[in-house]
């Protein structure tokens, strides 16, 4: 029996309660209850491909304010690993050998960065060390505006939602729990 989390097919998705759905959603997006009663709402999805197109769609016409909600939903990159979810866990990668030293430099990039926008640095790390990200993060203190940063950051969150999806349903697939192609 497989211990990773997986996804039930969309069509059991469609039918769930809000507090079943907010768990599965929760596996997608680091949890806001503003954006998972707006993906909820939008009901019935053919497929977690249009949930997300859905989801990236409701982002966008979310207010400067509940957007920011949004983001500030997504945990630190170099956060403490009891504040990150499962999933945040393993996209952030193992421990290095000079692991002290690279989260004392998030902790200073990521205030850095906070300071000058106002919401938390989002990235979709897709297995690269937290270290090569550092010219990433300067690069968009340096060059960026709060705007620009702030659709960034949303368009990264749904960029992590599709490739848990894409993992997810795949381990779905892998243990016959959700049989349906469509992801």
Known sequence: MSTQPTLPTICKTNHLSLEEFTNVISLLFEPTALLTQRIYDAR???SYDQLLDKA???????SP??????????????????KLSALSKMEQGKPS????AILAKWAE????????YGFRF???VNGRSKESLFPIVEDR?????????LLTGLSEMVDIARDRARKLQAASLND???PSPKI
Not at 141 to 149: H, L, Y
């Open 141 to 149: 203190i340096s060059n960026s505006t709060k705007n620009q940063e």
């Open 56 to 62: 990236d769609e409701l982002i966008k016409e979310l």
């Open 176 to 178: 016959g729990s959700a």
């Open 122 to 124: 989002v990235i979709f």
């Open 65 to 82: 304010l509940e957007q920011l909600e949004v983001v500030n939903a997504h945990p630190r990159i170099g956060e403490k690993a009891s």
């Open 97 to 100: 050998a000079n692991e002290d």
């Open 44 to 46: 019935p999805y053919e």
């Open 109 to 116: 990039l990521n205030k850095k960065y906070e300071d000058k």
